[in-house]
């Protein structure tokens, strides 16, 4: 019997947690910096604990604007976020554009699960294939799909869990 997409992609989604445990595991939903009585720069995602830490230091600096950490809630964003101050991956639903941009980014580069950033990676190809906007019937899409497929069917063959 042949699997359908939606199979498909839930095998490899399998597949993929435990590669992406390690991020997975301390990411979290992206947080801003507001202020009361002033009009920040809220488009830079923040970590919980740099977002606390920057508003500790702007208060100080401008008590009158009263800047307090907003967010740490899935919000649909274009980009997979990061945070702004010390890099940690951060998590939020991706949009159709996110998805078109990581498929374009990924159709020019090498699909790899090895090395250094293989959670990251592995982490945000989960995000891709369980976002609502994740469409198996657009060619690119799935094409993108298809070359992470191959590799869990080599790992299969192989006899193996990881990449």
């Given at each position: 019997?042949?699997?359908?997409?939606?199979?498909?992609?839930?095998?490899?989604?399998?597949?993929?947690r435990?590669?992406a445990?390690?991020?997975?595991?301390?990411?979290?939903?992206?947080?801003?910096?507001?202020?009361?009585?002033?009009?920040?720069?809220?488009?830079?995602?923040?970590?919980?604990?740099?977002?606390r830490?920057?508003?500790?230091?702007?208060n100080?600096?401008?008590?009158?604007?009263?800047?307090?950490?907003?967010?740490?809630?899935?919000?649909e964003?274009?980009?997979?976020?990061?945070?702004?101050?010390?890099?940690?991956?951060?998590?939020?639903?991706?949009?159709?554009?996110?998805?078109?941009?990581?498929?374009d980014?990924?159709?020019?580069?090498?699909?790899?699960?090895?090395?250094?950033?293989?959670?990251?990676?592995?982490?945000?190809?989960?995000?891709?294939?369980?976002?609502?906007?994740?469409?198996?019937?657009?060619?690119?899409?799935?094409?993108?799909?298809?070359?992470?497929?191959?590799?869990?069917?080599?790992?299969?063959?192989?006899?193996?869990?990881?990449?």
């Amino acid at each position: 019997m042949t699997a359908t997409r939606s199979e498909r992609v839930d095998a490899v989604i399998k597949w993929l947690r435990p590669i992406a445990e390690p991020v997975a595991n301390e990411a979290e939903f992206s947080r801003w910096i507001r202020a009361g009585n002033a009009d920040p720069d809220e488009a830079e995602d923040w970590c919980a604990a740099c977002a606390r830490a920057e508003v500790a230091r702007l208060n100080e600096q401008h008590p009158e604007h009263d800047y307090y950490v907003w967010g740490g809630y899935g919000i649909e964003t274009d980009c997979p976020p990061e945070c702004c101050k010390c890099g940690k991956t951060l998590t939020d639903i991706l949009t159709g554009y996110a998805i078109r941009d990581e498929v374009d980014h990924y159709s020019r580069h090498t699909v790899s699960l090895r090395g250094k950033y293989s959670a990251e990676r592995a982490f945000r190809f989960i995000e891709v294939f369980e976002s609502s906007n994740f469409d198996t019937e657009d060619s690119d899409v799935w094409r993108f799909f298809r070359k992470v497929e191959r590799m869990f069917k080599r790992q299969a063959v192989k006899g193996g869990g990881g990449a």
